[in-house]
């Protein structure tokens, strides 16, 4: 069964923005929880991009999306947001969110995850 589902994916040329969604499927998420973003292009590892401590909302970025990329929430539909701009080709990738309960960039930190949602970025 699927916790968290993801949205939002599609095809952008180069400089363009897409906002992703991630809901959870059912139930609230809990203040002490960390929703994150991660992503995966094909023939690499999963690479974290951002997160959000759910309660207080303090965000943690990775150097690529620093500038680029927004984390951002909705606790009434219990959604978290990824709004990307200035999108480059090597954003390409599946994009997941993930539930933890640290900021950590690792994904083995992060123990339930959407089924991901493909961005692919032309140049």
């Known amino acids: 069964q699927v916790e968290y589902v993801e949205s939002g994916g599609g095809l952008v040329q180069a400089g363009g923005s897409l906002r992703l969604s991630c809901t959870k499927a059912?139930?609230?998420?809990?203040?002490?929880?960390?929703m994150a973003w991660f992503r995966q292009a094909p023939g690499k590892e999963r690479e974290f991009v951002a997160a959000?401590?759910?309660?207080?909302?303090?965000?943690y970025y990775s150097n690529s999306a620093k500038g680029r990329f927004t984390i951002s929430k909705e606790s009434a539909t219990n959604t978290v947001f990824l709004q990307m701009d200035n999108l480059k080709p090597e954003d390409t990738a599946v994009y997941y969110c993930?539930?933890?309960?640290?900021?950590?960039?690792?994904?083995?930190?992060?123990?339930?995850w959407g089924q991901g949602t493909q961005v692919t970025v032309s140049s």
């Open positions: 959000m401590r759910w309660g207080v909302g303090n965000t």
């Open positions: 059912s139930g609230r998420i809990f203040s002490s929880s960390v």
């Open positions: 993930a539930k933890g309960t640290s900021p950590d960039q690792s994904a083995r930190e992060y123990n339930s």
